[in-house]
């Protein structure tokens, strides 16, 4: 028999997957040629010799930044080149200071934040100073701002992650076509490039600018589809585990435990966004109790340098954790041996266990290594991490449902 609360929390589930595939629809439907236009933008900075210089000041922000940051220096897609990216959080003092100190004129200054936060718009507005191409995602003050519809902040978030992932995927294009571009990479040999099984069109349109924009343009509408795809696969076929695993951290968080948020590279973003989320939530959510096991530089280069980098988890595992602590994964490929290790010492203390995983689960799937584990069903790497932002912030809303409260 179903419970009423299962009822309750499974509808809750499939109207966040509604606002979350319309959110997608209209924002890339209007917004996809100004971003091929971005990425042409971009592409020709980073030709000019520019960086990639990412800043934020809200918890949230600052995995964005460090997201964006990460795939740019570490291209996770063959034949893609590293770019040369930076972070600036929180961490580092006032922003306007940091972006003052380190911005040049060819940069690209990407801003993650809102109208609402002074040292944001103050930032953004000493990088449009010293000439850089500046982007924002609310009216503060960039060149290029783009306002994912709707009040919601995890969808919004979701789809910022998106448009950030396809600008450094078809960036590229550009560098590959080359004769588009001013700067030292124009002066470079005319050919498709690495991307010519992709974008096979691209051969013959060598000075065709508008051609390539609305051949990016279709291709970011393709990418659009793919994640709404993907969104509904992971959440859906996903649902029940959703829905136990909601449960599962809503006694541990009850019960007066702590996650324990990890995952490596663009899954540590992830785990600094859930240890956000957790700590501070949107209204009117109280605070939850989370450690991001990715946070702390000194303790991940001691482990990893004097153990090895397969225990910088577990380690901390065994330092922080005990029940009723959860641990919650994230991994694209399911297989990552330092994810396994915390996963194992965790499940060894009794504490919970939760892991989102990429391609086809990975070992983590095959051998049931989390209580509860999300498979999202993709090879590519950018989109699972998207869906997986998804998965986490559904994930997130469900462990306040009141509907976990009703007895079935």
Not at 90 to 99: D, H, N, S, T
Not at 293 to 312: H, K, S, W, Y
Request: aromatic share 6%; proline share 5%; glycine share 10%.
């Amino acid at each position: 028999m179903i419970s009423s609360a299962s009822i309750g929390a499974r509808g809750r589930l499939e109207d966040l997957l509604d606002a979350r595939t319309e959110a997608n629809r209209r924002f890339f439907g209007v917004e996809a040629d100004r971003v091929a236009r971005l990425c042409h933008r971009v592409a020709e900075r980073f030709a000019r010799g520019g960086r990639l210089i990412a800043f934020g000041s809200a918890p949230a922000a600052r995995s964005d930044v460090r997201h964006v940051a990460v795939e740019f220096v570490h291209p996770v897609i063959v034949g893609k080149r590293a770019l040369p990216a930076i972070g600036l959080g929180a961490e580092g003092g006032p922003l306007g200071r940091q972006v003052a100190l380190v911005v040049e004129p060819d940069d690209i200054a990407i801003a993650f934040g809102g109208p609402d936060d002074p040292e944001l718009v103050q930032a953004i507005a000493t990088a449009r100073t010293r000439g850089c191409l500046t982007v924002g995602f609310a009216r503060a003050g960039a060149e290029w701002e783009f306002e994912p519809p709707g009040a919601d902040p995890f969808v919004h978030q979701e789809l910022v992650e998106t448009l950030y992932h396809v600008v450094w995927e078809l960036v590229h294009v550009f560098f590959d076509h080359r004769g588009l571009l001013t700067g030292r990479a124009s002066r470079a040999v005319h050919d498709a490039g690495a991307s010519s099984f992709l974008y096979p069109f691209l051969g013959e349109q060598e000075h065709d600018l508008p051609a390539v924009v609305a051949d990016v343009r279709r291709s970011i509408l393709l990418k659009a589809d793919e994640i709404a795809a993907l969104r509904v696969q992971t959440l859906t076929e996903n649902r029940d585990v959703l829905l136990s695993a909601a449960g599962a951290l809503r006694r541990s968080l009850d019960g007066g435990g702590q996650v324990l948020a990890l995952g490596n590279g663009g899954s540590a973003t992830d785990a600094m966004d859930a240890a956000a989320d957790l700590r501070f939530p949107p209204d009117p959510w109280a605070s939850r109790r989370a450690l991001d096991l990715t946070e702390d530089p000194a303790i991940l280069t001691a482990v990893a340098n004097d153990v090895g980098i397969d225990a910088i988890f577990a380690r901390q595992v065994i330092a922080y954790g005990r029940p009723p602590d959860a641990v919650l994964a994230f991994s694209t490929s399911g297989n990552s041996r330092n994810v396994i290790q915390a996963l194992t010492e965790a499940r060894s203390r009794g504490m919970a266990t939760v892991a989102l995983v990429g391609y086809g689960g990975g070992q983590i799937a095959e051998h049931r290594m989390a209580d509860h584990v999300v498979v999202t069903r993709s090879e590519h790497v950018p989109r699972i991490q998207e869906a997986q932002a998804s998965a986490w912030h559904v994930l997130r809303e469900l462990v306040e449902d009141p509907a976990l409260d009703r007895p079935g």
